[in-house]
């Protein structure tokens, strides 16, 4: 079984540019998340999606930060326009269905440098 | 353990010995807990979880504890392998959510 896909592996920007990242789960799973890992820090949730539906946002900086998952399948994270402090490793994670013991299965994430 | 920003807590063990990783959690609405670990370069990985209703649970190689009365969680890896040097989390899951919350992490370094 293929696990969770993410693209690109590193990016590097300035300060004030956009940046998007891709997320592919894997087959099946209706619950994708995107969390953000700051060095030495765990995984914080930025967004949890339901299929297509957003279930938790609560925690995104929405004036700089958007994602969609249009179809129910791939998910994309912006964000627009980035700050120094938005330099972390963005993770993609999915789960069959959402439920709290459901296991959530990681990709590799994208490191993001802005400089 | 708790970290501050880069200084991760660091536990440094012989191969062949026992490690034993802390956890700390705040909240006592949490009712299922999580071990990941997470090599450089990749993203977490699923070790082994717990429900609130047990203390303890098994598996290869690896038991996690749970002590509700002191909101403490460990991870016991046996006969530790230089391929088990990661950073470990542990990660709750708040009742009413189904996202996870995840701590802040511990180093484990396996000398050969």
């Known amino acids: 079984e293929a696990g969770v896909a993410q693209s690109p592996r590193y990016k590097i920007i300035e300060k004030r540019q956009s940046v998007a990242f891709w997320c592919n789960p894997i087959?099946?799973?209706?619950?994708l998340y995107w969390y953000q890992q700051i060095l030495g820090q765990g995984p914080k949730l930025l967004i949890q999606?339901?299929?297509?539906?957003?279930?938790?946002d609560s925690q995104l900086p929405k004036d700089r930060f958007s994602a969609e998952r249009l179809k129910g399948v791939d998910s994309t994270l912006k964000i627009q326009p980035a700050k120094l402090e938005d330099s972390a490793v963005y993770l993609c994670?999915?789960?069959?269905?959402?439920?709290?013991?459901?296991?959530?299965?990681f990709g590799p994430g994208t490191r993001l440098t802005v400089l | 353990g708790e970290s501050v920003g880069l200084h991760l807590p660091t536990l440094s063990v012989q191969e062949g010995d026992n490690s034993i990783i802390n956890c700390a959690y705040s909240?006592?609405?949490?009712?299922?807990f999580i071990w990941y670990k997470q090599e450089s370069g990749k993203g977490p990985q699923f070790i082994i979880d717990i429900r609130s209703n047990m203390d303890k649970r098994q598996g290869q190689r690896v038991t996690v504890l749970l002590n509700k009365t002191v909101k403490h969680l460990s991870l016991q890896i046996a006969a530790t392998q230089p391929g088990d040097s990661a950073v470990y989390f542990c990660a709750e899951n708040l009742t009413g959510r189904r996202a996870l919350t995840f701590g802040s992490g511990t180093r484990l370094q396996v000398q050969p």
């Open positions: 909240n006592s609405a949490s009712d299922y």
């Open positions: 999606f339901q299929n297509n539906g957003v279930v938790d």
């Open positions: 087959s099946g799973h209706a619950t």
């Open positions: 994670a999915s789960s069959l269905t959402g439920h709290g013991t459901d296991t959530q299965y």
